[in-house]
């Protein structure tokens, strides 16, 4: 036998990348509010779309996923040259990584920061820097700091997964503008359509005006296509040129081309899961809060509750207590933050379940106090 097949080193350092849960202690009826789907679920124009590719599935998918691009180009305003579309904006991510970082290179995210920056960077043999956030949000003082010569991508959750936070967009422009002329400024808006906070903007117009900036974006949650892993990114035309050389030929499948193209179109879908979104995570922010426990400020469609550091009220008996309940929310330890969960805004039944079952969580602890 000769010697085993030997990986890059970096990728050795990487730690799985692991889901939000799916079942609770074998119960068939559960409340899943782990990764951040949309409880309105994707358009039935989408669902139409994606139904009728199932007749073409013998023939390979167009691999430009032109008709994808020309739709998000026309809903956005943005020349479909300036756009690719990937298998999730997972794939775009990692891809950027791995065009634009050698072994030894530095990439830069925040202390919170979504886990996928961490993984891409090592994959690409990079060498990952973590910047202090302050107050759960990126700062760009910090993230600057940061900045060496061997930097040569910046990444950026805005809003952030898993805290909810986000840079206002004249921070990003500051941001955008401390950072060397050679380092790409990843704007990752997988939230984007759920703010409505003035002072926000995905990264649009910075890509449009910048060499330097690529923005990132997904049809995983308020488009509710997460089954079929589709995302874009819109980026300076010579990145483009280099994604588009070393992604996969057919990266995108028929149906996620056809169905995102039909969702994307659909505004008004897309409006009411925003406006449903606003309703409970303003309500469910004000319930928790009224039961003594901090939630953190958030943008998207999720909150991070925060919980006791230890005993009867900890976040690990939160979660305990809920799964039993058959609720299934997301530990965040695996971000730094072991006193939290984090949890999707579902149903406006699911967000009264929640509530109620944390009201009896707290009630009951209150008692054996």
Known sequence: MGSPLKPRASILDISPYIPGKSTAGGRENVIKLSSNETPLGPSL????????????????????????????????????????????SDELLNLLAQAYLTPGD?????????????????????????????????????????????????????????????????????????????????????????????????????????????????????????????????????????????????????PAIEAGAAAICDTDHRDAAA???????????????ALGLKVTPSVANFILVHFEQSGAKSADCANDYLLEQGIIVRQVTSYGLPHALRITIGSGDEMKAVAAALSDFMSMNEANA
């Open 45 to 88: 124009k989408a669902v139409e779309a994606f139904s009728a590719a199932g007749s073409h599935l013998l023939r390979y998918p167009d691999g430009t996923a032109g008709n994808l691009r020309r739709a998000i180009g026309q809903v956005y305003g943005l020349d479909p040259a300036r756009l690719v579309c990937g298998a999730g």
């Open 106 to 254: 530095e990439a830069i995210y925040t202390e919170h920061g979504f886990l996928v920056y961490k993984i891409a960077i090592l994959a690409a043999g990079g060498v990952p820097v973590v910047a202090p956030e302050r107050g759960l949000t990126a700062n760009v003082d910090e993230i600057l700091a940061k900045v060496t010569e061997r930097t040569r991508l910046v990444f950026i959750a805005n809003p952030n997964n898993p805290t909810g936070t986000y840079l206002p967009v004249d921070e990003v422009k500051r941001l955008r503008a401390g950072l060397p002329d050679n380092v790409g400024l990843v704007l990752d808006g997988a939230y984007a359509e759920y703010v409505s906070a003035n002072d926000y903007e995905a990264g649009i117009e910075l890509v449009a005006t910048t060499d330097n900036t690529i923005m990132t974006r997904t049809f995983s949650k308020i488009y509710g296509l997460a089954a079929l892993r589709i995302g874009w990114m819109f980026a300076p035309e010579a990145v483009v040129d280099v994604i588009n050389r070393i992604r996969g030929p057919f990266n995108v499948s028929s």
């Open 275 to 289: 406006a449903h979104n606003e309703e409970w995570l303003n309500w469910l922010s004000g319930e928790l809060t």
